[in-house]
C-alpha cells in the first residue's frame, strides 16, 4: 500500500465527542474539564492517549509512569492533548497460570479502549513481552494511528565476576544447584544481581525479542529497542515518541500502512540475525492475524533459515542488552541485513522514512557484540520449524540456543502427561532416563495447561546433570522463556490437549528428530497411531465459565498464533453511537 499524507486541518476523530456545543459534546467535554483542561485544548488538536501498562505487579514496567511524563511532554510540545491510560498489564512474572492466557484478554481490552474512547492516536507505551504484542494487536485490529516506546532492559547483572543474565541464569543456576555444584545460599546471593534496575530482562529474553520486533516492523522509532531502561536517553526516546505521535495523526499514519508483508518479514529476519524468542513466533503470528497479512509457520522457516545470528548476546551468546545498546543496536543489525540483501529497504516506518533512510548511518561500535557476518555465532539462525508425524502443523526450535550434536538425534522417550507428572518424577533416582532419552511433555499447549505456559525447557534430571550433561533433547506442546537455552522443541501443533499425536506418545516410543532435514517423527506405525488416537479421551474437568471457558473455547493453535478465532482481523475505530 502507497502512503500519501492526509490533509491537515481536518475534523478528527475525537471532535465527534469533544465538538460543537451539543448537550452530548458538552456531556464530554464538561467531565474532563473538572482536571483543570482550558477550553481550547478542545479545539481540534489531536488527543492522544497514552496507553500505559505500568504496574506495581508488573516490576518490567514499573518505571513507566515517569517514562508517561516525558511521552506528554513531546505531545505538549507537537501540539497535541495527551491523555494517560492504563490498560491491562499482563506480567510474565507474576501472572498465573501464564501471562499468555491475558495476552488475548490484554489485546481486547487495548482495542475496545481505543475504539470506544476519544482519542485520535496512541503511544503504546509497553515493557514486559506480553504487553509488546497485546498492545499491538489492539492497535492493528483498530487501525488508529499507534507508535510503541518500550521501558528499555534492566543494567547488566554482576555475581563474583560474572555477567548475569536475567532469566538465564536463573535456569543455569537451579540446574548447578540440582547438579551440586552451588549452594542455595549462593542462588540467594545471586538473586539481587540478576535484577539490579528498573526494566525487562537484560538478555536477549522475548522482552526485548518483542522490542526488537517492534522496532523492524517500524512501529518504533528508530533505536528503541536496546536503551536501558534508566538511561537518561530512553526518557529522550520517550519525549521525542510523544512528538512523533502527533504528527502522524495529522498525516494519517497507521498501522495498515506500516505492519505489511515487507513489514513482517523483516521482522521474521531480524529475530534469526538477533537470536531471537521463539515466543515471538506467535506473537507476530497472531499480529499479522490481526492486520490481514498471510504469515505461517512455512515463512518463518523460509525467510530465518539463511539469515545468521550475529547478535552475540545471552541466551545464545556471551554478552547482554546493554552491550547491544553501546555497540550500536538493533539499527546495526538492520543495516546489515539490508547490505546483505535480506531486508526490504522501502517498508515504511512510523518516522515517516523508509527502513533502509532509518538506518543508512548506523555504526557498529563493538563487533564482539555484534558480530560481522562471517563471524557469526551460527550461519543458519532464525527458527527452525519441524514438521512430521508427530508436529503435522509444526513445531519449532531455536537453533542458535541448541546444542549442534543433538541436532540430529533418536533417542526413547521419557513422557510426562502434564507438567504436575514432570515435578513428581524428575527427581525421583528410579526413573528410567539417561542422556540419550528424548523428555516429552504433554497438555502445555494453549488448551491444555491452559494458556501455553513457559514450561517446555523442562528442567534435566539431577542423575543426568552430575554427569556433567549439559542438555538433552526435549519435545513439548509448551513455550519456553526467550531467555532460556537448550534443544528445546516447542509449540508441537496439533497440542495434546486436542488429540493431537504428541498425546499417545508413550514411554519406550522412539522419536527422530533432524533439524537439517526439518523433520520430527515418531517412531510408532501409522495403524498403531491410529489405534491409539481412537481410544484417547479428552483432559477431564476443564472450565465451565468465566474468562477460562472463553479462552478454551475460542483460542486458536500456537502454528496460527493462538489467538481468539473472533479476533482475526482489522475491526477498524468507528466511532460509537453517543447513549447520552
Excluded at 536496546?226 to 502522524?248: F, H, L, W
Excluded at 497479512?293 to 539463511?306: H, Q
Excluded at 561500535?365 to 558480530?371: F, G, K, M, P, S
Aim: proline share 6%; glycine share 10%.
Amino acid at each position: 500500500m502507497k502512503f500519501e499524507k492526509a490533509t491537515w486541518p481536518r475534523k478528527l476523530r475525537s471532535q465527534e465527542w469533544y465538538g460543537g456545543t451539543s448537550r452530548d459534546t458538552i456531556y464530554h467535554r464538561g467531565w474532563l474539564k473538572n482536571q483543570g483542561h482550558p477550553h481550547d485544548l478542545f479545539d481540534g488538536r489531536p488527543v492522544i492517549g497514552i496507553l500505559n501498562t505500568w504496574s506495581d505487579l508488573t516490576p518490567c514496567n514499573g518505571h513507566l509512569r515517569e517514562l508517561a511524563e516525558k511521552v506528554k511532554a513531546g505531545v505538549w510540545e507537537a501540539g497535541g492533548f495527551p491523555l494517560e491510560v492504563p490498560v491491562f498489564s499482563a506480567s510474565e512474572n507474576t501472572f498465573r497460570p501464564t501471562a499468555m492466557m491475558y495476552r488475548n484478554l490484554a489485546a481486547m481490552a487495548v482495542e475496545e479502549t481505543m475504539r470506544a474512547q476519544p482519542i485520535d492516536g496512541a503511544v503504546l507505551l509497553v515493557g514486559c513481552d506480553k504487553t509488546t504484542p497485546s498492545l499491538l494487536m489492539g492497535a492493528a485490529s483498530t487501525d488508529l494511528p499507534s507508535i510503541v516506546v518500550t521501558g528499555g532492559p534492566m543494567l547488566n547483572g554482576w555475581f563474583r565476576g560474572e555477567r548475569i543474565g536475567s532469566g538465564t541464569h536463573l535456569w543455569k543456576f537451579s540446574e548447578a544447584i540440582k547438579a551440586g555444584e552451588i549452594s542455595p545460599e549462593d542462588f540467594l546471593e545471586a538473586e539481587q544481581a540478576m535484577s539490579r534496575s528498573s526494566g525487562t530482562c537484560n538478555t536477549m529474553g522475548t522482552a526485548s525479542t518483542m522490542a526488537s520486533m517492534a522496532e523492524a516492523l517500524g512501529m518504533a522509532l528508530s533505536g528503541n529497542a536496546a536503551i536501558p531502561g534508566v538511561d537518561s536517553r530512553r526518557k529522550v526516546m520517550a519525549q521525542m515518541t510523544g512528538r512523533r505521535i502527533v504528527e502522524m495523526v495529522k498525516d494519517d499514519l497507521r498501522p495498515s500502512h506500516i505492519m505489511t508483508r515487507k513489514a513482517f518479514e523483516n521482522a521474521i529476519r531480524t529475530n534469526g540475525a538477533i537470536g531471537g524468542s521463539t515466543n515471538a513466533v506467535v506473537h507476530l503470528l497472531a499480529m499479522a492475524g490481526r492486520v490481514g497479512i498471510d504469515i505461517t509457520l512455512d515463512d518463518w522457516d523460509k525467510l530465518g533459515r539463511d539469515v545468521p545470528t550475529i547478535v552475540n548476546l545471552m541466551p545464545s551468546g556471551q554478552y547482554l542488552m546493554e552491550e547491544f545498546f553501546y555497540a550500536g543496536g538493533l539499527p546495526v543489525v538492520l543495516k546489515s541485513l539490508l547490505d546483505g540483501g535480506k531486508l526490504h529497504g522501502d517498508a515504511l516506518t512510523v518516522s515517516g522514512l523508509t527502513m533502509a533512510e532509518e538506518v543508512s548511518d548506523a555504526r557498529n561500535w563493538n563487533e564482539d557484540v555484534i558480530r560481522p557476518v562471517d563471524k557469526a555465532l551460527t550461519s543458519q539462525g532464525g527458527i527452525a520449524v519441524l514438521k512430521g508425524n508427530l508436529a503435522p502443523n509444526g513445531a519449532v526450535l531455536k537453533p542458535s540456543a541448541a546444542s549442534p550434536q543433538l541436532m540430529v538425534h533418536r533417542g526413547r522417550a521419557v513422557v510426562f502427561e502434564d507438567i504436575d507428572d514432570y515435578k513428581a518424577k524428575i527427581n525421583d533416582e528410579a526413573l528410567d532416563i539417561d542422556e540419550t532419552c528424548i523428555m516429552v511433555l504433554k497438555n502445555c499447549g494453549p488448551k491444555g495447561y491452559p494458556g501455553m505456559a513457559e514450561v517446555g525447557n523442562m528442567g534435566l534430571p539431577p542423575k543426568v546433570l552430575r554427569k556433567g550433561i549439559k542438555d538433552m533433547v526435549r519435545i513439548s506442546d509448551a513455550r519456553m522463556s526467550g531467555t532460556a537455552y537448550g534443544t528445546v522443541i516447542l509449540h508441537t501443533s496439533p497440542e495434546a490437549a486436542v488429540g493431537g499425536p504428541l498425546a499417545i506418545v508413550q514411554d519406550g516410543d522412539f522419536i527422530e528428530v533432524d533439524v537439517p532435514n526439518r523433520r520430527i517423527h515418531l517412531d510408532v506405525s501409522d495403524a498403531e497411531i491410529a489405534r491409539r488416537l481412537a481410544e484417547w479421551t479428552p483432559l477431564p474437568d476443564q472450565p465451565k465459565s468465566g474468562y477460562a471457558k472463553m479462552f478454551l473455547d475460542h483460542v486458536d493453535q500456537a502454528h496460527t498464533g493462538a489467538d481468539f478465532d473472533f479476533l482475526k482481523g482489522c475491526r477498524g475505530a468507528a466511532v460509537p453511537k453517543d447513549s447520552h
